[in-house]
């Protein structure tokens, strides 16, 4: 393996998953006796640019051309989108005759905001199924991959973009010069480019190793991230410290012939990741023992759920929650089901530990006496949504970043 950001053959291994199938290849019921394709999910680091990547396993094709995840399914992630579209708007000045582009628009979650404020939009979004619902809703969507030609092409219709969005995709990117590149060919030569990403300080810190699956090919610090845009004619001029997905970063760049001098913040991360150990190698050497660690009192509890006869289901099946089944072990008898909010996962099973995956509703015809909620992240928003759980004494149970239980009780 050679680094895709520069070249270098000084790769070091930080953390062997194993093998697994990819995470959003949900199966269905007659799928369930035919073999899986499994890959192996290794994460090294590159000696020379610091850039944190698994091989190019798999293509954006095979994932991504009909999609299971819809982000309209979370009421906290369509919240977040307006937000930003708000805080957008007063940042670029955008009015009337802006024009804002969202790369890897999904189903139209954040760019209908951007609409219904009367500024002209366009997604491109890959998925066929998720552009429709996009396109259902009202926003101008574009089927495609980008790339260098599709970017000429929209900026040849459309004009270029006063603000590019790139949000959750600048990590399921393999051709990252390529697509950063793109980003920028998208671009007014005074405009802005929004990238939100996880955060590889928490991936690391925190043993948050269930945001590595095939999909996501580099995982970005403030200083790989700067050097990724720079290679690409972008200059990172601010960033910002997101609680979502379990810590992510918001990069604010402007092409690079602008002159733009970085701000404050984007020193004061930087200075931060220096004294985490962040810009040398050995900093990322405790990702290996946190992950084995989260691993093993996770299994610990459920078997101890098993021996007291305790009924144990979980909630959610986020791509995450499949790196997080597949590396733990963890099959049918330690987790019954699992439910999800999104009908397109109804009926099918999790990739490689084959789970299967019911309506929501099926928590309160079972009542089981433990929940185990694989997206985490969303923490505040799901206990919420459980609440009606206290009517039969149910636990919560979130794995990370630290394995810990809530006693539902009313009004949690």
């Known amino acids: 393996m050679t680094c895709r950001l520069c070249g270098s053959s000084r790769m070091h291994s930080i953390l062997d998953l194993g093998a697994t199938p990819p995470c959003e290849k949900f199966l269905t019921a007659d799928e369930l006796d035919a073999p899986e394709v499994n890959y192996p999910l290794h994460l090294r680091l590159c000696q020379d640019c610091l850039l944190l990547q698994i091989p190019a396993l798999i293509t954006p094709e095979e994932t991504f051309t009909e999609y299971a995840y819809f982000s309209s399914f979370s009421d906290s992630w369509v919240d977040h989108a307006r937000r930003f579209v708000d805080e957008a708007t007063h940042r670029v000045g955008l009015d009337g005759d802006s024009f804002v582009v969202e790369v890897a628009s999904n189903d139209g979650y954040l760019l209908t905001h951007v609409v219904e404020a009367g500024i002209a939009a366009?997604?491109?979004?890959?998925?066929?199924?998720?552009?429709d619902a996009a396109r259902r809703r009202g926003v101008p969507t574009l089927s495609a991959f980008l790339d260098e030609q599709v970017a000429a092409q929209v900026r040849a219709h459309h004009g270029p973009a006063d603000l590019v969005v790139a949000n959750n995709v600048y990590a399921h990117i393999p051709d990252l010069m390529g697509f950063t590149q793109s980003l920028r060919g998208l671009l007014a030569d005074d405009g802005w480019l929004s990238i939100e990403v996880h955060y590889a300080r928490n991936l690391v810190a925190l043993g948050q190793f269930d945001t590595i699956y095939h999909e996501h090919f580099q995982y970005y610090?403030?200083?790989?991230?700067?050097?990724?845009?720079?290679?690409?004619?972008?200059?990172?001029?601010?960033?910002?410290m997101l609680p979502t997905h379990g810590g992510?970063?918001?990069?604010?760049?402007?092409?690079?012939?602008?002159?733009?001098?970085p701000s404050h913040r984007v020193a004061t991360a930087l200075a931060a990741e220096e004294?985490?150990?962040l810009h040398r190698v050995d900093g990322y050497l405790d990702l290996r023992p946190r992950t084995e660690t989260i691993r093993h009192e996770l299994l610990q509890y459920l078997l101890q759920c098993r021996a007291r006869g305790e009924r144990v289901v979980g909630y959610g099946a986020p791509g995450k929650g499949n790196t997080l089944l597949n590396y733990c072990g963890i099959r049918t008898d330690l987790l019954e089901y699992t439910v999800d909010r999104n009908p397109y996962k109804h009926g099918r099973f999790t990739p490689g530990t084959r789970i299967p995956i019911h309506d929501p509703e099926q928590l309160d015809k079972d009542r089981p006496d433990v929940i185990v909620v694989l997206p985490w992240n969303l923490e505040a928003e799901i206990t919420e949504q459980l609440g009606y759980a206290a009517e039969w004494g149910a636990r919560l149970v979130y794995p990370l970043p630290t394995l810990h239980v809530v006693e539902l009780t009313e009004g949690n």
């Open 275 to 277: 004294e985490a150990g």
């Open 248 to 261: 992510s970063l918001r990069l604010w760049a402007r092409p690079a012939e602008m002159g733009a001098a």
């Open 122 to 131: 366009l997604g491109i979004e890959p998925s066929i199924n998720v552009g």
């Open 221 to 240: 610090t403030v200083l790989s991230a700067m050097r990724a845009l720079a290679a690409g004619g972008l200059t990172l001029v601010d960033v910002e």
